[in-house]
Nanobody
Framework: QVQLVESGGGLVQAGGSLIRSCAAFGSIFSPNVMNWYRQGRGKQRELVAAITSSGTTTYAESVKGRFTISRDNAKDTVYLQMNSLKPEDTAVYYC?????????WGQGTQVTVSS
């Protein structure tokens, strides 16, 4: 069983930066993909960024050039560096780990960007 523990997030002014981290504990199988999703109020949950266990990354168009996803496989931790934040980035951000054996979600953390 895998558990994801998220940290980071909070309140920031537009143009500012935040970093989120997500540590995985338990039986983690490779290959896998670690993802960051977000869900704004009244919106569907959307994929923000993803990184495979070999380091291949994918980004939503809305965050390209501003957000960077990275991972430390030795620590089973994924990071999301968020720069040039905009009010429309306000959402609950969730970490997700997907492997051939299943999918696990973190608890989610609110990120609020004030204008």
């Amino acid at each position: 069983q895998v558990q994801l523990v998220e940290s980071g997030g909070g309140l920031v002014q537009a143009g500012g930066s935040l970093i989120r981290s997500c540590a995985a504990f338990g039986s983690i199988f490779s290959p896998n993909v670690m993802n960051w999703y977000r869900q704004g109020r009244g919106k569907q949950r959307e994929l923000v960024a993803a990184i495979t266990s070999s380091g291949t990354t994918t980004y939503a168009e809305s965050v390209k050039g501003r957000f960077t996803i990275s991972r430390d496989n030795a620590k089973d931790t994924v990071y999301l560096q968020m720069n040039s934040l905009k009010p429309e980035d306000t959402a609950v951000y969730y970490c997700n780990l997907r492997s051939p054996y299943g999918s696990t979600w973190g608890q989610g953390t609110q990120v609020t960007v004030s204008s």
